[in-house]
């Protein structure tokens, strides 16, 4: 029996995705350079072309080609489509920008918090750097990604509060917070999540389908990637490690923030770890030190081992303020080398990886609601 022929609305619809993720990956084309990238007559694209500029989804630059032949106008996307806002809240701060569909930034808004701010402060801030933006920026903010350095609920967007977490937003509702000034959907998850999701579409874990990113900072986390997938688990909490049972300094088993608390590595009146102390051991070649050394590499190692055996990784990718610096990865390496599983352990690439995640899915999220918006009543 022959297959059904699509219908011509469908075929209208697909063509003009083509038009409008074409106008995406570049500043304006012209119809026939359209045709070209898209593989689609030059006929089909005039008349998708037609559509979209009624529709107001894009414009004619008013610029035209020179030199020989038929002079052929530029199109490009409509500057009023509105952007994405992309948000990082970290224990020092909240940054937040507003992307377009081809990934520019337009604006950031860089707002100093103290690790002890509270739920308030920190949604104010965000809140306030969300008008800001929104002020700066033609169109609307359609939609928005937060990246957030605490463990974050799955099905709510609110930050979840876990015994001894360092960061004290208590239970932060983005969606909430930003409720008023974003008209669509608000998209939250936590800071490691996205810093693995950067790695693996843009940094060291490029294709690599399965992987365990180790975030090792002021705050412990991790992330599993699963056939190319962050895998979140029902409430969100895949990958808190902080309690996780491992071996501590002298050999008995502990929790392993415990590990930092009996090694004297964090911050006063905190569970955060010291950084600046830690790094200035890590940097020592004294035999005190070797011991710290030590002492972290055999309990991340004994971290590391619980993950390989629940989640198969091919390889494990450390990330975080102290993680990759090399002394620190040279003795993991050495320590999970000598367990009865391992596999090669790597340093993370990225800056601020956690803000490139939320970036990189902000624009794919907003280039589909335009795409989208070019035939909202279809049901295919």
Request: glycine share 10%; charged share 20%; hydrophobic share 45%.
């Given at each position: 029996?022959?297959?059904?022929?699509?219908?011509?609305?469908?075929?209208?619809?697909?063509?003009?995705?083509?038009?409008?993720?074409?106008?995406?990956?570049?500043?304006?084309?012209?119809?026939?350079?359209?045709?070209?990238?898209?593989?689609?007559?030059?006929?089909?694209?005039?008349?998708?072309?037609?559509?979209?500029?009624?529709?107001?989804?894009?414009?004619?630059?008013?610029?035209?080609?020179?030199?020989?032949?038929?002079?052929?106008?530029?199109?490009?996307?409509?500057?009023?489509?509105?952007?994405?806002?992309?948000?990082?809240?970290?224990?020092?701060?909240?940054?937040?920008?507003?992307?377009?569909?081809?990934?520019?930034?337009?604006?950031?808004?860089?707002?100093?918090?103290?690790?002890?701010?509270?739920?308030?402060?920190?949604?104010?801030?965000?809140?306030?750097?969300?008008?800001?933006?929104?002020?700066?920026?033609?169109?609307?903010?359609?939609?928005?990604?937060?990246?957030?350095?605490?463990?974050?609920?799955?099905?709510?967007?609110?930050?979840?509060?876990?015994?001894?977490?360092?960061?004290?937003?208590?239970?932060?509702?983005?969606?909430?917070?930003?409720?008023?000034?974003?008209?669509?959907?608000?998209?939250?998850?936590?800071?490691?999540?996205?810093?693995?999701?950067?790695?693996?579409?843009?940094?060291?874990?490029?294709?690599?389908?399965?992987?365990?990113?180790?975030?090792?900072?002021?705050?412990?986390?991790?992330?599993?990637?699963?056939?190319?997938?962050?895998?979140?688990?029902?409430?969100?909490?895949?990958?808190?490690?902080?309690?996780?049972?491992?071996?501590?300094?002298?050999?008995?088993?502990?929790?392993?923030?415990?590990?930092?608390?009996?090694?004297?590595?964090?911050?006063?009146s905190s569970t955060a770890i010291d950084v600046p102390k830690l790094?200035e051991i890590l940097e020592d070649t004294g035999a005190d030190a070797?011991?710290?050394?030590?002492?972290?590499?055999?309990?991340?190692?004994?971290?590391?081992?619980?993950?390989?055996?629940?989640?198969?990784?091919?390889?494990?990718?450390?990330?975080?303020?102290?993680?990759?610096?090399?002394?620190?990865?040279?003795?993991?390496?050495?320590?999970?080398?000598?367990?009865?599983?391992?596999?090669?352990?790597?340093?993370?690439?990225?800056?601020?990886?956690?803000?490139?995640?939320?970036?990189?899915?902000?624009?794919?999220?907003?280039?589909?609601?335009?795409?989208?918006?070019?035939?909202?009543?279809?049901?295919?």
């Amino acid at each position: 029996m022959n297959a059904p022929k699509p219908s011509l609305e469908l075929l209208r619809g697909l063509t003009d995705e083509n038009v409008l993720r074409a106008l995406m990956a570049h500043d304006r084309l012209t119809r026939a350079e359209i045709a070209t990238r898209t593989g689609i007559s030059k006929p089909t694209i005039s008349d998708s072309v037609q559509r979209l500029e009624q529709a107001e989804l894009i414009v004619d630059t008013g610029e035209r080609t020179t030199g020989r032949g038929r002079v052929g106008s530029y199109y490009a996307l409509a500057p009023q489509l509105g952007t994405a806002l992309v948000a990082s809240i970290t224990p020092h701060g909240v940054i937040a920008e507003a992307v377009d569909a081809r990934g520019r930034a337009h604006g950031q808004v860089r707002t100093a918090l103290e690790a002890d701010a509270g739920q308030e402060v920190a949604a104010e801030a965000l809140a306030a750097a969300a008008a800001q933006l929104g002020g700066q920026v033609d169109g609307r903010l359609r939609l928005a990604v937060v990246s957030a350095a605490d463990p974050v609920d799955r099905a709510t967007g609110r930050l979840v509060h876990l015994p001894d977490a360092p960061f004290l937003v208590g239970a932060l509702d983005p969606p909430a917070v930003l409720a008023e000034m974003v008209t669509g959907p608000v998209l939250v998850d936590n800071d490691v999540n996205w810093a693995a999701r950067a790695e693996y579409e843009h940094g060291c874990a490029q294709g690599v389908d399965d992987f365990v990113y180790l975030h090792l900072g002021e705050g412990l986390g991790c992330a599993v990637v699963s056939d190319g997938v962050v895998r979140r688990g029902h409430r969100g909490l895949v990958g808190e490690i902080a309690h996780l049972y491992t071996a501590g300094p002298d050999g008995q088993a502990m929790s392993f923030t415990e590990v930092f608390a009996a090694l004297d590595l964090r911050r006063a009146s905190s569970t955060a770890i010291d950084v600046p102390k830690l790094v200035e051991i890590l940097e020592d070649t004294g035999a005190d030190a070797a011991r710290v050394h030590a002492a972290l590499a055999h309990a991340i190692s004994g971290v590391l081992s619980a993950a390989l055996s629940l989640a198969d990784p091919r390889t494990v990718v450390v990330g975080g303020t102290w993680g990759a610096h090399p002394r620190m990865l040279t003795a993991i390496e050495e320590h999970f080398t000598r367990s009865p599983r391992s596999v090669p352990v790597r340093a993370a690439h990225l800056p601020l990886p956690e803000l490139t995640g939320a970036r990189a899915r902000a624009v794919d999220e907003l280039g589909s609601l335009i795409v989208r918006s070019a035939h909202p009543t279809a049901t295919w």
